[in-house]
């Protein structure tokens, strides 16, 4: 059997001892819905997706661009990638599994993954942060989401509040 080297080994066990930090991170997703440089295109649909008022079985992957604040111009600190798709026959709702990769700033190199049911109807929603990599390994916590602005049909800003708890490389790190 093959072990982790020590010092990746006692990293571990000090993630699950509970020894923590928190953060809270306020991102700006640049979705690009249409025109030259989208960044969300469809690739599957169910056969009942075209006659389905909430576009019911539409898969999607996304490469949106993540910023600092709202304005296309901000800061670039990553990149949202990942699904979503039209999960819900009678309200406009997706299930999501998106990865935000930090490319800039406090965290660039590690990754968030967030996942769950976006109910684009409701002028806030909820879903869960269930991992993440580098300063973000064994990542829990939620994300708070709002559409920022929409400019329909080809370009939206979304308003991401991350809450989360994840580990410390060692004791050291307190």
């Known amino acids: 059997m ?5 010092q990746e080994q006692a990293r571990f066990q000090n993630l ?7 953060a809270t991170i306020k991102i700006f997703v640049q979705d690009e819905v249409g025109g030259e440089n989208k960044t969300v295109w469809e690739v ?17 992957v996304v490469d ?3 910023t600092a604040g709202p304005n296309k111009t901000s800061k ?9 798709t039209s999960a819900d026959l009678k309200e406009s709702a997706i299930a999501m599994n998106l990865n935000f990769i930090f490319t800039d700033g406090k965290y660039k190199g590690s990754t968030l993954c967030m996942l769950g049911r976006n109910p ?7 879903l869960a942060i269930v991992g993440g990599t580098g300063i973000f390994r064994m990542a829990r916590g939620y994300a708070i989401t709002n559409t920022y602005s929409y400019d329909t049909p080809s370009y939206g800003v979304l308003e991401y509040n ?7 490389a060692s004791i050291a790190d307190e």
């Open 2 to 6: 093959a072990y982790a080297n020590s």
């Open 44 to 60: 599957a649909r169910s056969s009942i997706t075209a006659n389905s008022p909430t576009l019911f079985g539409q898969v999607r």
């Open 16 to 22: 699950c001892r509970g020894i923590e930090k928190t």
């Open 162 to 168: 991350i809450y989360v708890a994840y580990g410390k």
């Open 76 to 84: 670039k600190i990553g990149r949202a990638q990942g699904l979503i």
């Open 120 to 126: 684009l109807g409701n002028d806030t929603r909820e």
């Open 64 to 66: 949106d661009l993540l």
